[in-house]
């Protein structure tokens, strides 16, 4: 019989006004989107699945990223990056998931195939990537900070 194992949190860090420590429980109770994605692995082929679980805009936004909504060029700087358990990262631009520009549906998910990554860890999925690379499992860390790390000038 296996042992029930912990639920495990995610460290949302960098400049950021609220910096949080969020459980996969947390996470679903943001607003939910499903993602049914494709992607390719250079090893496994294709691979298709259905996640559900919030944006990562709305997770990166409820942190009060240090960043200038309002103009459009100050934003452009922002990275983000997004870490796994094995030290797995990647980085996703502001201007990715910015509705202003790309927009895209980047979500932290919380299930994958219906089954809930509590125990695992949120993956980040990334519907417009041909490659697999970047839906990153076991996430336990999203960082972000300007470019330079220098908060905007006003
Ligand atoms: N943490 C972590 N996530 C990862 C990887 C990894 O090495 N570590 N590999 C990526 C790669 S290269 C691919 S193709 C997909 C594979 O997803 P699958 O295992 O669901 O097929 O996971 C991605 N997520
Ligand atoms: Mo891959």
């Not at 950021?16 to 993602?35: G, I, K, M, W």
């Not at 559900?52 to 983000?80: I, T, Y």
Request: contains cysteine.
């Amino acid at each position: 019989m296996s042992r029930p194992e912990a639920p495990v949190s995610i460290r949302l860090h960098g400049l950021l006004d609220e910096p949080a420590e969020l459980t996969v429980a947390q996470l679903r109770d943001l607003p939910s989107h499903h993602v049914e994605a494709r992607f390719n692995c250079l090893g496994n082929g294709d691979q298709r699945h259905g996640f559900d679980g919030p944006r990562l805009w709305d997770v990166v936004r409820a942190a009060r990223p240090r960043v200038d909504l309002q103009g459009r060029r100050e934003r452009l700087r922002f990275l983000l990056t997004v870490t796994g358990a094995d030290g797995h990262c990647a980085v996703v631009s502001w201007a990715e998931i910015d509705p202003d520009f790309g927009g895209q549906q980047i979500l932290l998910a919380t299930s994958i195939d219906g089954a809930p990554l509590d125990t695992a860890g949120p993956q980040l999925v990334v519907p417009a990537d041909y490659c697999g690379a970047r839906y990153i499992s076991g996430i336990t860390e999203v960082w972000g900070a300007p470019s330079d790390g220098e908060p905007p000038h006003g």
